[in-house]
């Protein structure tokens, strides 16, 4: 037995240290899985689309590879004025999503992390626990009750509010809703965890200083919690920009959403050089508020 | 404002939001017992979509593929996760790190259509060149495994930050060897981060339709690729059923694994204030 674990060691090469290995898996492992990826679609979008296949940008002649771009996806990119209008409305959808769902969660969290101790994990698992169920099914819930004989419209109806069903569903308003309702876990969460690591003696020193504790709030309680704020805000922006599946399923025809663009123009017209450049803009997109994200993560484990 | 209304304020501000996201939730419940046709009208209770469910072999087949291929990545995704995690607690200074910090939360946030369509286009790439893989249940597999890994590190290295790092140098002033300290005191400790990390991935790669739909090939259909082509048609009261039994299981599963979590904490306070006392 020891002979094998001795043989066993011996076979294994100097360099490959514990320590190698346990960096080097897991490089490796989102090297291949998430970087390799992004360089290929920026490589196919800058090749052109043939009948059959995408040509290969590099072909071998002799020992040395001659490289062409083609330009061609992202010019059409440009000039089309439906893919800028898809990109803008996608960005205000996501800025709008973003800022309701600070403005809910922000007095949701606060109030959380000054309820009572332990009462807290609780209120925690209440908000982790839709998350638990499919993401996809919530969505469906919303088409039944935002339909024209749903259940929101028959109970506005019942009391008398509305005289006739209000056309909600496939509207920019059960989009909305389906988005701030999908992403607002997101929002509360870090901003809850920032909120309740908050040192209760500065609202103390400012309430014995005599200030309004509105004033406090503003002046004390909101800069403190600025790192909380801007990582819901980045979890929340980032991945609405790019969603698909709630504007599918919850947006009109005329929802513009660049995910959709992303998705028909891969699976509908099998363009796959045109979907490629149109990922490539939106990563640069985001490319900002993913930096800020990116520095944030950093930074909370330092 | 006094501090009475303020206080009345924030739990009818909490109520509310509490009753926003749990209203889509109760609808699904409560409409799967209905038995009419038209998923909107209540006409009475009645146990038929659950009767249509069980004979929908498409969704049933769909279901144990989405099973099948969440156990797998939960089980990839934990493993991958635990090594960045460790490699990113562990080792403060090496070449890369930020690199590696980043390409391990990018997927996080990430739009999912650009994660599908870009893994998609390197495995197509990767076929043409050596023949393999076959787009389908290992395909599926990979995408949910690189957003799972993601997760998994964020759970595991949380763990690891808040673990008391005494007990490992403990072991090692005791002669350990550095993968007998992490083999006999490190990972016992982080037994329930990698628990709740599987119970999350399991649930992430469960939910996605977006990967999979860019990463399945012919007869690989999951069961939220399913859900999903149908909920585009229109509604369906068998989606209902569906959503109740999972809402149902899933529920179970989360009590059960909280229970088991405290349980595990209550145990480990009672050692210590035991070792305390000898």
Known sequence: ?302 | MNSTALKWFGRSWMLLVYAFLFLPIFTLVAYSFNDSQLVTVWSHASLRWYKALMQDSDLIAAVMLSLKIAFLSALVSVFFGLFSAFALHRYRRFTGRGVLSSLASTPLVMPDVIVGLSLLLMLVSVQQALGYPERGLFTILLGHALLGTAYATVVVRSRLTEMDSKLEEAAMDLGCRPWQVFSLVTLPLLMPALLSAFLLTFTLSFDDVVLSSFLSGPGYSTMPMVIFSRARLGLNPSINALATVTIVVVTLVVIASTLYSLRQDRQRKRDIAQAQQE
Request: net charge neutral.
């Open chain 1, 1 to 302: 037995m020891a002979s094998l674990m001795q043989s066993l060691k011996n076979s294994i090469p100097s360099w490959l240290t514990g320590r190698r290995l346990v960096i080097g898996l897991p490089y490796a492992w989102f090297l291949i899985l998430a970087f390799l990826p992004v360089l290929i679609v920026l490589k196919i979008s800058l090749s052109e689309m043939q009948t059959t296949a995408v040509s290969g940008m590099v072909s071998w002649q002799g020992t040395w590879p001659s490289i062409k771009l083609d330009v061609s996806s992202y010019l059409f990119l440009a000039s089309d004025e439906l893919y800028l209008a898809t990109y803008l409305s996608s960005i205000s959808y996501a800025f709008y999503t973003t800022l309701i769902c600070l403005g809910l969660g922000y007095p949701f969290a606060y109030f959380m992390a000054r309820a009572p101790k332990r009462w807290q994990a609780l209120l925690v698992m209440l908000i982790m626990l839709p998350f638990w169920t499919s993401f996809l099914l919530r969505i469906y819930a919303w088409k039944t009750l935002l339909v024209n004989n749903g259940l929101i419209n028959n109970a506005l109806l019942a009391l008398g509010w509305i005289d006739s069903p209000i056309e909600m569903l496939n509207t920019p308003f059960s989009l909305m809703i389906g988005m701030v309702y999908s992403y607002l876990p997101f929002m509360i969460l870090p901003l809850y965890a920032n909120l309740s690591k908050l040192d209760g003696r500065y609202l103390e020193a400012a309430a014995d200083l005599g200030c309004h504790p509105f004033k406090t709030f503003w002046l004390i309680t909101v800069p403190l919690s600025k790192a909380g704020i801007v990582a819901g805000c980045m979890l929340v922006f980032i991945p609405a920009v790019g969603e698909y599946v709630i504007p599918e399923l919850l947006g009109g025809p005329n929802t513009l959403m660049i995910g959709r663009v992303l998705w028909d123009e891969f699976f509908s017209n099998n363009d796959w050089p045109m979907a490629s450049a149109v990922t490539i803009v939106m990563l640069l997109l985001i490319m900002l508020p993913l930096a800020i994200y990116n520095k944030l993560q950093s930074k909370g484990h330092a």
